[in-house]
Nanobody, 125 residues
Framework: QVQLVESGGGLVQAGGSLRLSCAGS????????MGWFRQAPGKEREFVAA????????YYADFVEGRFTASREYAKNTVTLQMNSLNAGDTAVYYC??????????????????WGQGTQVTVSS
């Protein structure tokens, strides 16, 4: 069983930055891809970014536009999402998730079988 716990959310002004972390426990993530998704009120959950644990290959949604960076820390069994130049449209609950899938399908929420509880990100304009 895999457990994922997000942290690092909060309130920030437009143009500011936040760094989200996702700590995993229960097993190693070798061979997995770790994804970040978000869900705003009244909207569907959408893909934000993903990183393959072994190779470090990253995937980003178009709206990220170079503002976010996904990374991994082996020693801590943790993945992070550095978010810069935040705007009000980035306000949402952010979730990390794990999947054994690699490749382009990692943008689909349906391929992920483990999810964290989410962390709120609020950007004030």
């Amino acid at each position: 069983q895999v457990q994922l716990v997000e942290s690092g959310g909060g309130l920030v002004q437009a143009g500011g930055s936040l760094r989200l972390s996702c700590a995993g426990s229960g097993r190693t993530f070798n061979g997995n891809t770790m994804g970040w998704f978000r869900q705003a009120p009244g909207k569907e959950r959408e893909f934000v970014a993903a990183i393959t644990w072994l190779s470090g290959r990253t995937y980003y949604a178009d709206f990220v536009e170079g503002r976010f960076t996904a990374s991994r820390e082996y020693a801590k069994n943790t993945v992070t999402l550095q978010m810069n130049s935040l705007n009000a449209g980035d306000t949402a609950v952010y979730y990390c998730a794990a999947t054994p899938v690699v490749g382009d399908r990692v943008v689909r929420a349906t391929v992920y079988n483990y999810w964290g509880q989410g962390t709120q990100v609020t950007v004030s304009s």
